[in-house]
């Protein structure tokens, strides 16, 4: 029973990354592998403003705001100019390849090789149905409902949430039905960049200590939660990761620790070898 | 070869060997070579050294990341090399030009054994890491504990050390209920490890025996980040090569080392380098090889390489020297003599391992580490 | 001194062949293994247990791997090769045809990761994390392994070695079949259309690219002694590409020059650097710096430092080299007259037959539905050989999709397509291109950086080195044949007045002069059945008019056409019957005539 209640937590630390990564790819059809250098670099914001006396709850709204700036200007100034020079498709992947050795190891550069922790208290435990739980981890439940239900709610009954799936299923028919494409992107990339801030922040709180790679093995667990729901699919995206989340903790528990993440890749592979549209998508028109 | 601490024992003892002369009117430079910590990188690495190192003497701190590659380099090239490395290769395979310092792995995991022996502890918990240098303390630990009448090993978890988080881990080992857990995970997986146990075992930390890699600052300031520090002190314990500071050896090492203040980057508190394994015994390997080529009056691997054995063996007769000065005076008067360091007595095998004596050693609140108990031989050849 | 010049030539030859080998997969043949590493750890892996005792009697006993043959060399360095070559038919379900690149991309990288855990946690199989060392150099029980003229002979080996591959990868590449290979490349569900096998072709060189890979693994670890899953990350595979991307893909001297620059280069020049800041500062600046000559070069000079070069055929068939118009081409020059004098009989090889209009090409019930939408609904239409069947129908009326699933690009949700008598539906598509049914797309479909020439000539069927092994017995095999190929594409080419640019990349061309180059190529491809999507679109009108006049002459010939156009006139002109399709269902079928009086018709389309 305990290993459910951290496959919860790794999972609510996952739907987080994972909502902002797939919307990333549904409105620009990238798939940005820089993500978790970003997660890594915000987590670091967070720490920073953390050490300058800010409590980390406060400290976590740095966090976000550098995920949602960094990701818009990698969008505006590095995916867009490359996506109008018209090369060859996998070019944008090895771009974001590139992108992700500079932010992790440009962060690397200048914090060193050392780790670091927030300053936090863990709060109370809690034992809920068999599951022992810190408070933190319960407060980390509680942002990741928050912003899967602002989400859910963004996506369902605001103009911007209609604008970005109109753009996702067909970015000119969009255009040419008024929507203003361009920005609605940015809008994307700034709301997907701060679920990516806030992502790594709680990622590294969940963690305890961190340094500047330790997102760097993250992504494998994004691709599998993502392709799992369908890529480009935000509602496909939290149950991609609740599925992953659960396996590697529940696997870990059951089969053996060290072969944890091997659940991930495999369903990924699988994924990828018969349902690269995922569990309950369908092919796309051409 | 890498390393701050490595670089650091390099150059106390060359500063003192050089200020009595050098080695047979030669001084000794220090040249630092970054393997990477890559099998691949490391034999380049070396062979870049060799062109651009004329007058090579000896090598010394390679680690078990590179060692399997480049000890045949240097054989090779009659080059003598004192290593870090506890890989189960050099207790099988017979290198002349290899020596080390330290003991092989598996006298490391069979330490940790009596020190849980010593503190009473009965229910032992493994959590190793999936890389090569912690892997092979396992079955040596296992086999140790199995000795021990009452002694059981209650859980037994491999971490992959790559991955992010490890409460499924930490739950199982807290729910094992050890009365202690043996561990050696390098990076971010020990501290997270030992974090996750803290938390989810009520904020009361489960006493660790780590090997003497987790004696280590960035391990100790990365576990202090989420541990209070009184409370890991309290409850950690390490194996530890002997690094007393009762030797007589010892106050020279102190002056030395706390000289090369400043001079060396990445390490902070010089200090802790005066109780780290790597610094002590790679100071005395400076000082031996120093020895071995006076006595033989060679700087040639292949003329002085034997002379190691008989300066650190010792051989009948021979009087006891604490330093280069007094070895060097011996060595005039034609005496024979048997080096004493800062690690204590040596005595090499057939293999050129010198398992020594080890200690049960402690962090202190800065960082370094305190001996709170030797080990004797007697205990250890009995597990 | 030597010794370290030795090492350099060493890792110089196998950081050549591993780029060379990724060049063949990435820069030629279009596909992004990003798992390259896997093949060379597998050869790597292999040499070790070949040529290693067995594991319980060597050395102690203190490691643990399979195999230990104790084999003599070369038969390491070949085991190396064909396991480096073996275990890429796994990955051949990722890079199958139906997989985005981007997607199968990240399997790849995936597959790295995951197979690095793998060896690391499973330490029976390859001794785990510590990896296999004491691995006996080639012949060591023969020669001194660590003298100087040994390891001068090993690093001259290598070389010669990957000369050898060199030259053999460029054979390929330059023969018929590397033009497939590139074509494929430049955009594969066209390539597919016309016939080219992509999943057989991808797994050739998966195979090929995986058995130079294992081949330097092989010699790596002869010369090093020791491999283990350290030596392997998933980032090397990304400091290849660095490599290729910098160097020229696509061309093999910029491969090699890659290898130079950027994994021996890198390395080996910061080693002369004095030390500074903490141990951890230089890699992490190596890793930013190779991140940001990824990103500078693609977007400065995405080509390389020797890009690929354009291949000049017409010099092939001793005609003077294209003038080489700059920037947009001159449409002025164009003589489009010619095309009135031009006889496609001689030129496609094709003997009249007989009309006699049976039915060739029919479907029943077909139907296609993309996620929950159906877009072709229930369709049965039945098209005769010998006549120029037009279709018709309001945007989105399903007539691409129809085009896409007759010629198998995609596959039918439900319903059955038969072509000359026989169930067609679930034939390939590059089979169905083999057997006579060719399509021509709606978007523009040159293959961009191959000439228009290269264009035409891949289209033609059954060329004799199109094929692996036809590619490796050289141009005295196939070059007589290619040359005619070439001769007849020529010819066609000047039949629609565009000999001027015959040797300019097909990308460079205004959109009508691509729609006429995909005409050509479909015509060589040879068809009996041609389906046409919207061909005159951007083509002037005259030349419209005059390439309608000879499809009618080829339909006279007995070839079939089924053309979607928008332009009604045309289908007045040259088109009977014609079929309107609109929300996916067969609305009517006629002549225009008869649909013109049809109110259904005229409501649905003519007039809306």
């Not at chain 1, 914090?111 to 709060?123: D, N, P, R, W």
């Not at chain 2, 002590?280 to 120093?290: E, F, P, Q, S, T």
Request: charged share 15%.
């Amino acid at each position: 029973m305990s290993s459910f209640g951290f496959g919860l937590i790794t999972a609510a630390v996952l739907a987080i990354a994972t909502v902002g990564f797939t919307m990333q790819f549904a409105v620009t059809n990238v798939l940005n592998l820089a993500y978790g250098s970003i997660m890594i670099n915000s987590a670091y914001v967070t720490y920073w403003v953390n050490t300058h006396g800010a409590s980390i709850w406060l400290a976590m709204f740095a966090g976000v705001a550098c995920g949602a700036v960094v990701s818009w200007f990698l969008n505006r100034f590095i995916y867009t100019p490359f996506q109008h020079k018209n090369l060859i498709p996998i070019t944008l992947v090895i771009v974001s390849l590139g992108v992700n050795l500079i932010g992790t190891f440009g962060l690397q550069a200048i914090v060193g090789g050392s780790f670091v922790a927030y300053k936090m208290s863990q709060g109370h435990e809690f034992h809920i149905l068999g599951m022992l739980l810190s408070g933190v981890q319960l407060i980390i439940f509680a942002i990741c409902a928050v912003v899967l239900i602002s989400i859910h709610w963004l996506l369902k009954y605001t103009r911007l949430g209609k604008a970005m799936r109109a753009t996702s299923a067909n970015r000119n028919l969009a255009r040419n039905s008024g929507v203003k494409t361009q920005f609605i992107i940015s809008m994307t990339w700034i709301i997907s960049g701060a679920l990516c801030g806030l992502a790594g922040t709680v990622f590294a709180m969940n963690s305890g200590v961190f340094e500047a790679t330790s997102a760097e093995p993250y992504i494998v667990l994004l691709l599998a939660a993502m392709f799992l729901g369908g890529p480009g699919e935000p509602y496909g995206a939290m149950f991609g990761a609740l599925t992953i989340g659960l396996a590697t903790e529940i696997s870990a528990a059951y089969i053996a620790a060290d072969y944890k993440e091997v659940i991930a890749f495999l369903v990924l592979l699988g994924m990828l070898a018969f349902r690269p549209f995922g569990l309950f998508g369908s092919e796309k028109a051409l | 070869m890498l390393g701050p601490k490595y670089e650091v024992a390099c150059l106390a003892a060359t500063q003192e060997i050089d200020k009595l002369g050098g080695v047979l009117g030669h001084q000794i430079n220090c040249k630092t070579v970054d393997t990477r910590g890559d099998p691949a990188d490391a034999v380049p690495a070396v062979r870049q050294m060799y062109a651009t190192t004329p007058n090579l003497g000896f090598v010394i701190g390679c680690t078990s990341d590179e060692a399997s590659t480049v000890v045949p380099i240097f054989g090779a090239n009659n080059t003598v090399s004192f290593c870090m490395t506890g890989e189960s290769e050099f207790d099988a395979v017979k290198f002349p030009y290899f020596f080390r310092l330290v003991p092989p792995d598996a006298a490391d995991a069979v330490a940790m054994v009596a020190i849980a022996q010593n503190k009473g502890f009965k229910k032992i918990a493994l959590a190793f890491g999936n890389d090569a240098g912690s892997q092979t303390f396992v079955q040596p630990a296992i086999d140790g504990i199995a000795k021990v009448s009452g002694m059981s090993v209650v859980s037994n978890v491999t971490l992959d050390i790559s991955a992010t988080s490890f409460q499924t881990e930490a739950q199982s080992i807290v729910s094992a209920h050890p009365d202690a857990i043996m561990m050696e995970a390098l990076g971010a997986a020990g501290v997270a490890l030992l974090s996750e146990i803290y938390q989810l075992n009520g904020n009361k930390m489960i006493p660790v025996i780590g090997t003497s890699a987790m004696i280590d600052p960035t391990f100790f300031s990365g576990v202090t980040a989420a541990i209070p520090t009184a409370t890991f002190i309290a409850n950690f314990d390490a194996d530890n090569a002997v690094a007393s500071s009762a030797t007589p050896a010892y106050p020279l090492f102190k002056k030395l080392v706390l000289a090369q203040s400043g001079k060396v980057r990445g390490v902070g508190n010089f200090s802790t380098l005066l109780s780290a394994n790597g610094t002590v015994h790679l100071y005395d390997g400076v000082n031996i090889a120093a020895l071995a080529m006076v006595m033989s009056k060679s700087t040639k691997g292949a003329k002085y390489k034997n002379d190691i054995l008989k300066i650190a063996n010792g051989v009948p007769g021979a009087t006891v020297v604490t330093s280069y000065a007094q070895g060097l005076a011996a060595l005039k008067a034609h005496k024979k003599i048997r080096y004493e360091g800062v690690g204590g007595l040596y005595n090499f095998d057939a293999f050129h391992t010198s398992f020594g004596a080890f200690e049960d050693a402690q962090y202190t609140a800065s960082g370094g580490t305190a001996s709170v108990g030797t080990l004797s031989a007697s205990q250890l050849s009995g597990l | 001194m030597w010794f370290y010049i030795t090492t350099i030539l060493v890792y110089g030859a196998v950081d050549a062949l591993a780029c060379l080998g990724l060049n063949m997969q990435f820069g030629v043949a279009g596909i992004s293994n990003f798992g390259f590493i896997i093949f060379q750890a597998a050869g790597a892996y292999t040499a070790a247990v070949l040529s290693m005792p067995p594991a319980a009697t060597s050395n102690g006993g203190f490691q643990q791997y399979i195999l230990g043959w104790n084999l003599p060399w070369p038969l390491p360095w070949i085991g190396a090769a064909l396991v480096g070559g073996l275990i890429a038919l796994p990955f051949v379900f990722l890079v199958g045809k139906r997989l985005r690149g981007d997607f199968a991309a990240v399997g790849l990288l995936v597959s790295a990761v995951l197979l690095n855990l793998l060896a690391t946690n499973y330490i029976p199989f390859l001794n785990g994390a510590a990896g296999i060392s004491i691995v006996p150099a080639p012949l060591q029980s023969i020669f001194d392994s660590q003298g100087l003229g040994y390891q001068l002979a090993y690093g001259g080996v290598a070389i010669l070695l990957t000369i050898f591959v060199y030259f053999l990868l460029r054979r390929i590449t330059e023969s018929p079949y590397g033009r497939s290979l590139r074509a494929m490349r430049d955009n594969d569900v066209v390539a597919d259309s016309l016939g080219k096998n992509l999943r057989g072709q991808r797994t050739s060189i998966l195979v090929l690219g995986g058995m130079v890979a294992g081949l330097s693994g092989g010699i790596l670890v002869g010369f090093i002694s020791l491999w283990a899953p350290g030596a392997w990350g998933y980032a090397e595979t990304i400091v290849l590409f660095a490599a290729i991307i910098i160097g020229g893909a696509g061309n093999h001297k910029g491969a090699i020059l890659g290898a130079i620059l950027v994994p021996l280069g890198f390395e080996e020049i910061t080693r002369f650097l004095p030390p500074f800041g903490s141990p951890s500062l230089v890699p992490a600046l190596e890793w930013v710096a190779i991140g940001l000559l990824i990103i500078l070069f693609l977007w400065f000079r995405p080509t390389g430092v020797i890009p690929e070069k354009r291949r000049i055929l017409s010099a092939i068939v001793g005609r003077a080299p294209a003038v080489a118009a700059t920037g947009e081409a001159d449409a002025s020059k164009d003589n489009i007259g010619a095309i009135d004098d031009f006889n496609f009989r001689s030129v496609l090889n094709t003997t009249p037959v007989a009309n006699d209009h049976r039915v060739i090409l029919s479907t029943q019930g077909l139907t296609k539905t993309f996620s929950g939408v159906t877009v072709v609904s229930d369709v049965s239409i039945a098209v005769q050989q010998g006549r120029l069947t037009g279709m018709i129908g309001p945007n989105g009326a399903g007539k691409s999709t129809m085009m896409a699933l007759l010629a198998g690009t995609l596959p039918a949700t439900s319903g059955q397509i038969f072509y000359d008598g026989r169930d067609i539906t679930r034939v390939a598509s590059y089979k169905r291109a083999q057997e006579g049914l060719v399509r021509t797309f709606q978007l523009a479909s040159e293959f961009k950086k191959l000439t228009v020439l290269e264009n035409l000539v891949c289209a033609i069927p059954r060329q004799s080195g199109d094929s692996f092994l036809g590619s490796l017995r050289g141009r005295r095999f196939w070059g007589e044949q290619d040359k005619n190929n070439i001769e007849r594409a020529e010819e066609i080419l000047e039949g629609f007045g565009l000999s001027q640019y015959a040797d300019l990349y097909a990308g460079g061309l205004s959109g009508g002069q691509r729609r006429l180059v995909e005409i050509m190529r479909a015509l060589l491809a040879e068809p009996k059945v041609l389906l046409l999507d919207e061909p005159m679109a951007g083509v002037h009108p005259n030349l419209a008019r005059k390439i309608g006049n000879h499809l009618t002459k080829l339909v006279a010939d007995g070839m079939t056409i089924v053309m979607v156009e928008h332009e009604l006139s045309i289908m007045d002109e040259f088109c009977d019957p014609v079929i309107v399709l609109a929300d996916g269902k067969v609305l009517a079928q006629g002549t225009m005539g008869e649909l013109r009086a049809n109110s259904d018709v005229v409501e649905a389309y003519l007039v809306g």
